[in-house]
């Protein structure tokens, strides 16, 4: 494979790593929401379990961003030691 194709396919996959973190909060949002609903039709109460439960989901999602993209900048530098881009 070509040097440039290759280097093309790294951006490729950049763009799509950068675009699934953009699902990781609202989904956390989501699952909770739905786990607290579930909590509240079973104990018959109002949308509080699902509010509660949306916000530390919105929480959770937002500590797995924060995860993941310190995992990826220490790998970053891990590979790139001198600091310079495109070294």
Not at 14 to 29: A, M, R
Not at 75 to 86: F, M
Request: aromatic share 12%; hydrophobic share 45%.
């Amino acid at each position: 494979m070509s040097p440039q194709r290759e280097k093309q396919g790294e951006i490729w996959a950049q763009v799509g790593f950068y675009t699934s973190l953009g699902f990781i909060i609202p989904g956390g949002v989501i699952v909770g929401y739905v786990v607290g609903w579930l909590i509240d039709q079973w104990l018959h109460t109002t949308r509080i379990f699902g509010l509660i439960f949306a916000l530390l989901g919105a929480a959770g999602g937002f500590v797995e961003v924060l995860r993941i993209l310190t995992r990826a900048e220490k790998r970053a530098d891990r590979d790139n030691p001198d600091g310079r881009p495109g070294a």
